[in-house]
């Protein structure tokens, strides 16, 4: 997801993410590139998962910059490789800043943006997904590994937030992006 050269024809799904910045970013496209070489999704934390809008793309966003008028920056840290257990879906949790991201998620999945999501919400970044059931357990053991001795930040400041619509081929065009200008919350 994240994709600021998206391109291909748009469909009505729509998600809010924070990017990454490097060396993290950088580290994490590359991990995730060694096991999805058609992905172009960059770096990022999904605060609103995809859903479609029952309104217009700039109406939604009014409103969302309207919710997200008095946020303040917040750190992440991110912890350990963890697997989803029914999607199977292999990713890094989040250490600190769990709280501020569900409240956030909860003040901003509402109204025009309300959707019934498939699972809870659960903060992460994704690395592996869609994998057979067979490549799972190898691909857990090397993020694991490549995490593990990744020596650079796990940290990060959720200090931009970006609304992205997805396309027929799978690439997350960037629509607006909305920075956080207050002092970080640490």
């Known amino acids: 997801m994240g994709s600021s050269n998206g391109g291909g024809t748009a469909v009505n799904s729509f998600a809010l993410v924070s990017y990454l910045a490097d060396p993290l970013a950088g580290f994490l496209d590359r991990l995730r590139g060694e096991f999805a070489e058609e992905c172009h999704a960059k770096a990022h934390i999904t605060l609103l998962p995809p859903r479609p809008l029952v309104c217009d793309a700039a109406l939604a966003w009014q409103t969302l910059r309207q919710r997200l008028h008095d946020v303040q920056p917040f750190h992440v840290e991110l912890g350990a490789v963890e697997i989803f257990p029914v999607t199977q879906v292999i990713y890094i949790s989040v250490k600190t800043g769990l709280a501020e991201l569900k409240l956030l998620h909860d003040a901003?999945?509402?109204?025009?943006?309300?959707?019934?999501?498939?699972?809870?919400?659960?903060?992460?970044?994704?690395?592996?997904?869609?994998?057979?059931?067979?490549q799972v357990a190898e691909a857990f053991r090397k993020t694991e590994v490549r995490w593990r001795d990744f020596p650079g930040p796990r940290s990060f400041t959720v200090d931009r937030l970006t609304f992205v619509q997805n396309t027929l081929e799978n690439r997350w065009t960037d629509l607006y992006s909305f920075p956080l200008t207050s002092k970080v919350a640490i």
């Open 108 to 134: 901003l999945s509402c109204g025009q943006l309300a959707f019934e999501e498939p699972f809870a919400y659960h903060p992460h970044i994704t690395l592996v997904q869609d994998l057979e059931p067979s």
